[in-house]
């Protein structure tokens, strides 16, 4: 994590966690709770429900799975065998298999050692009867809606017991179609005490959604997209034809200073174009994107975590969650579809305190979607040129000492259907928060 967004005196000591809880942050080297944290750890622990916006890459995981793991903990201090029922006290929504993983290893790593405190994962693409024998006895679920509401219907667990319901990346739910499932999803544990919804914004979409899964909740806004990413290097080269794309891609990835990269396509097809090319010009390349099988995906995703992939070619919908230190490179090759994917992508990279470098590369006719994203992130996108790769054809808008947004047009970006994520960083809490997040039983939704 970058030191720049660490809040000083935001030690982890303050915040009255268990001490097997504290023992395992230090383990993992936490030194000091990020802002995310610093805000999300008191209210959660102080009880009701919170919208918290935050940043890929912010350490919001931790900042709600801290409070959740010490109230379970607290339920059962000294480790006494649990039933071994399904029916989960705490359950956690990623919209993709990767994150779901990913928050599940950072839950295991927070809860080592901890007797009678076990954690599950239910994500699709993944054999049934595993993962039905796994949830019997886990206090925290980490689930994917589609395949929880499919155990669900055959009975396969049970949500009557659900205290509280975390709705990760709830602008990614939104975008993968999952609203219905949400909605049927919070009708089954409607008894809960507390919801936690994270979003990187608070587009007029999600505050919808959370009109209808929250009630009375409180805000927490932190850092906009633009200032989220100050330890990551940010350029933009045009290409002028995809071949010249192709040419940039791998001098890009012979930089002696890379380490390992994402390399981020618009299709599966490309993502699969694109690493067969890598491959075949020498490059330990594979490529990752929704259409292959989980088995495939975990393998690939693995294969990168160990670093035996140096570059993983990827669509947006798999490169959710992916958490490698030594990503050093993120390069858009295709442009997001939408611009705060741009913001998701990037954020791959200069993780856990490095710095990291995103290269985009454009061709001219993708210059309204550049300003997007410009306007999105409230940064300028500044042009570099490679000695020998300089494109013929520069769109004029991008002359050096451009102002963000300058000669775009102020509103909504074009292609994004979202509003520009809010400035400042705001905490509004809320009136009569409860004492304790599972105490109170009773329905409130
Ligand atoms: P997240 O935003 O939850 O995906 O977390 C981003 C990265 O920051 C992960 O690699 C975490 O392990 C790491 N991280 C989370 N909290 C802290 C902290 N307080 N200090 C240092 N690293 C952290």
Redo the contacts with the bound molecule.
Sequence with gaps: ?SNSV?VHNSS?ESFNLASPILKN?EA???????P??AQVIPAAMAGGDWLVS??????????FLLPLLNQLFIANPHGSPVPGRAQPKVLVLCPTRELAQ??TA?AI?LARGIKGLRIATIMGGMPYGKQIQAIKGAGLVVATPGRLLDLFNTRAIRLDQVECLVVDEADRMLDLGFAEDLEAIDERCKQRSQTLMFSATFAPRIMSLASSLTKDAGRIELAHAGEAHANISQKLHWADNMAHKHRLLEHLLSDPDLDQAVVFASTQIESEKIADTLRANGYQASALHGAMPQAVRNRRLDALRKGQTRILVATDVAAR?I?V?RISHVINFGLPMKPEDYTHRI?RTG???RNGIAITLAEHRDRVKIKAIERFTQQTMTAAEIVGLEPQNKPSFNKPNHRPGAGAKRGKPKFAGQARPGSNTRFSPRSGSRSGSFQNANSKH
């Design positions: 994590m660490v982890f942050i993992l080297g936490y030194t000091q709770a990020t995310v944290q935050s940043q890929t890459g912010s350490g919001k995981t931790a900042a990913q928050v950072d790593n969650g958490d230190p954020g993780r856990a305190g």
